[in-house]
């Protein structure tokens, strides 16, 4: 995806107020991401780890979205699987929650998936990061619809939140 500046993050979130965009944890190193290989830069606040972030490009304008995820905790044994890049962890999937955009999310409503718990699906499905043994199913699918998939699944997310 195209670089993203630290300005065009924060006015890119889509469910939470003007202020918490102005406020939150935005990573200083977005020069040195590796925008080619992203498809989405997913991060979260080194002082509050339950708070989780991911800024992509959807239909070329920059889309964020602010999550509350439970840590990849180190007591969870059981496999499990990231929605969106499907790569397996044990341990290393999170629920992330979203608060849905406008009226609704105000209303208290939000939508889950469970998503690799460091928000590097990008990486898991280029090979860039490893998850282990067994992280990826045997697939015939090429890297290039891989990828197409995982975009496919966070636009699919994205577009529940903004319903
Ligand atoms: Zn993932």
Redesign the pocket.
């Given at each position: 995806m195209k670089p993203l500046t630290e300005q065009e993050i924060r006015t890119a979130f889509v469910n939470c107020t003007k202020g918490e965009a102005k406020r939150l944890s935005v990573p200083r190193d977005l020069a040195e991401q590796p925008w080619d290989e992203l498809d989405f830069l997913g991060w979260r606040d080194p002082r509050a780890p339950d708070r989780a972030y991911l800024a992509t490009e959807l239909d070329g304008r920059p889309v964020a979205l602010a999550l509350r995820g439970t840590g990849g905790a180190s007591w969870q044994t059981r496999r499990s699987m990231?929605s969106?890049?499907?790569?397996t962890h044990t341990g290393g999937?999170s629920l992330m929650v979203a608060a849905k955009a406008g009226k609704a999310g105000q209303q208290g409503n939000s939508v889950g998936a469970y998503?690799?718990s460091d928000?590097?699906?990008p990486l898991?499905v280029r090979g860039r990061k490893d998850a282990g043994v067994g992280a990826r199913l045997p697939e015939s699918l090429t890297l290039e619809e891989k990828i197409r998939r995982?975009v496919a699944n966070l636009g699919a997310f994205i577009a529940k939140v903004t319903a």
């Open positions: 990231c969106i890049c499907l790569t999937v998503m690799c928000l590097a699906c898991y995982t």
